[in-house]
T-cell receptor, first 111, second 115 residues
Framework: NAGVTQTPKFRILKIGQSMTLQCAQD?????MYWYRQDPGMGLKLIYY???????DKGEVPNGYNVSRSTTEDFPLRLELAAPSQTSVYFC??????????FGQGTRLTVV | AQSVAQPEDQVNVAEGNPLTVKCTYS??????LFWYVQYPNRGLQFLLK??????LVKGSYGFEAEFNKSQTSFHLKKPSALVSDSALYFC?????????????FGAGTQVVVTP
């Protein structure tokens, strides 16, 4: 039972580069989320999805894009990476009634 | 505006002593309340939640939390702390008006348990 799987675990990007953070869940959850964690700031919601083909912005969406073509996958795209996007990124999933289940995180550094 | 506050950046406790991590919230209505724990270089692990019912909620690893509606608090407690409880703890709130499970997190409290 893998739960929520994120890849890669670590990545260093140069300013202006792009990348996709992968997230997959095997629990058949409809709801999926991307959060970023910065020291002393807790977790902030970037984007979320309530089902395949349905996504919406969270609290801090600028500089990111998402897509949800299947129930299982919810990739996060960074376009034109900036130092302000240096953070730890967490993907999570849930149902309408359950707690959220989190992946192990992706630590991204933009230099 | 909705908010979650964890007033202590760090809590230090000796092993075997009671542990309390504080959380207060400012959300209209009756929110869902959660506690998560994060060990170094790991994701968040669910500890417990309050949806409705008994104000004292029991969770994983001997943790419990007490919901106090009048004080809008949801403090995490453990009667006897272990060194292995040293970690970062997050309180989170899901507003009752939110149908999509979005969570608002506190800033986190670092717990340090000394032998």
């Amino acid at each position: 039972n893998a739960g929520v799987t994120q890849t890669p675990k670590f990545r260093i990007l140069k300013i202006g580069q792009s990348m996709t953070l992968q997230c997959a869940q095997d629990m058949n959850h409809n709801y999926m989320y991307w959060y970023r964690q910065d020291p002393g700031m807790g977790l902030k919601l970037i984007y979320y999805s309530v089902g395949a083909g349905i996504t919406d912005k969270g609290e801090v969406p600028n500089g990111y894009n998402v897509s949800r073509s299947t129930t299982e996958d919810f990739p996060l795209r960074l376009e034109l990476a900036a130092p302000s996007q240096t953070s730890v990124y967490f993907c999570a999933s849930s149902t309408a009634a359950s707690e959220a289940f989190f992946g192990q995180g992706t630590r991204l550094t933009v230099v | 505006a909705q908010s979650v506050a964890q007033p202590e950046d760090q809590v230090n406790v000796a092993e075997g002593n009671p542990l309390t991590v504080k959380c207060t919230y400012s959300v209209s209505g009756n929110p869902y309340l959660f506690w998560y724990v994060q060990y170094p270089n790991r994701g968040l692990q669910f500890l417990l939640k309050y949806i409705t019912g008994d104000n004292l909620v029991k969770g994983s690893y001997g943790f419990e939390a007490e919901f106090n509606k009048s004080q809008t608090s949801f403090h995490l407690k453990k009667p006897s702390a272990l060194v292995s409880d040293s970690a970062l703890y997050f309180c989170a709130v899901r507003p009752p008006t939110d149908s999509w499970g979005k969570l608002q997190f506190g800033a986190g409290t670092q717990v340090v348990v000394t032998p």
